[in-house]
């Protein structure tokens, strides 16, 4: 029996060209998100980097939730671990919290995907294990170990993304350094009756590279940890 004439026949979905797998959506995910940000993934936009539909997506990926935490557990791969030195732990704990922000940063926005959840992929978890087994043999007590490793990971990620925020604001280095200029002069021209020390110090407080800062949070955290050790 023939169609009714008013009815529109259905356009078929584009076949794709290649194979498709879950690792290359993701990798394609991972490619835009450096450029875009975030924002910028969406089923319909990866599947035009193939040349088909965003339903040829679905069947390796059920939603861009679940992509987003693919492409932080596939960043996570990234990012290495030492070999053990338990005589230096507290220096290795250092060295994974500087690889994996510095992995982070390299991927634009994607550190805030981290924010609100408990990744637990077998690359997150690798580097999860690595910590805390640094700590625990520097003689840090199970639980405190555990909490500080939460509270590391989540100034990892949150620095990341202001990070992120803040190149979104100022995209070449010479306006952040005018951004910059224009917070001090702001903080100057404070009442000086009010705000005596914001004034006084206004360089002070917007002066300094973001690894200087990233480096004196670390070492507020992890140099921290002493207090607890048990041995």
């Avoid at 408990?118 to 840090?140: D, F, K």
């Amino acid at each position: 029996m023939r169609d009714s004439p008013w009815r529109r026949p259905v356009k078929p979905e584009r076949p794709t060209k290649i194979p498709l797998s879950q690792a290359q959506i993701v990798e394609a995910a991972l490619r835009i998100v450096q450029t875009e940000g975030v924002d910028g993934v969406s089923m319909r936009r990866i599947a035009a980097e193939f040349d088909t539909g965003p339903s040829s997506l679905y069947a390796h990926v059920t939603s861009k939730d679940e992509l987003l935490q693919l492409m932080f557990e596939e960043v996570c791969g990234l990012v290495e671990v030492p070999p053990f030195d338990v005589s230096r732990w507290q220096e290795q704990v250092r060295e994974i919290a500087r690889n994996g922000h510095r992995v982070l940063a390299d991927h634009y926005d994607l550190a805030r995907t981290a924010l609100g959840t408990i990744p637990s992929g077998p690359n997150a978890m690798r580097i999860s294990e690595a910590m805390l087994t640094l700590m625990l043999a520097g003689g840090v007590p199970p639980r405190v170990a555990s909490w500080a490793m939460d509270r590391i990971f989540l100034y990892i990620t949150a620095d990341a993304y202001e990070m992120s925020i803040w190149r979104g604001k100022a995209t070449t280095p010479t306006e952040i350094v005018e951004l910059g200029e224009d917070l001090v002069a702001y903080f100057e021209e404070l009442p000086e009756d009010t705000y005596p020390n914001l004034r006084k110090h206004a360089r002070d407080m917007i002066g300094g590279g973001t690894d200087e800062r990233f480096e004196l949070g670390l070492d507020l955290l992890v140099g921290g940890l002493d207090k607890f050790v048990t041995k």
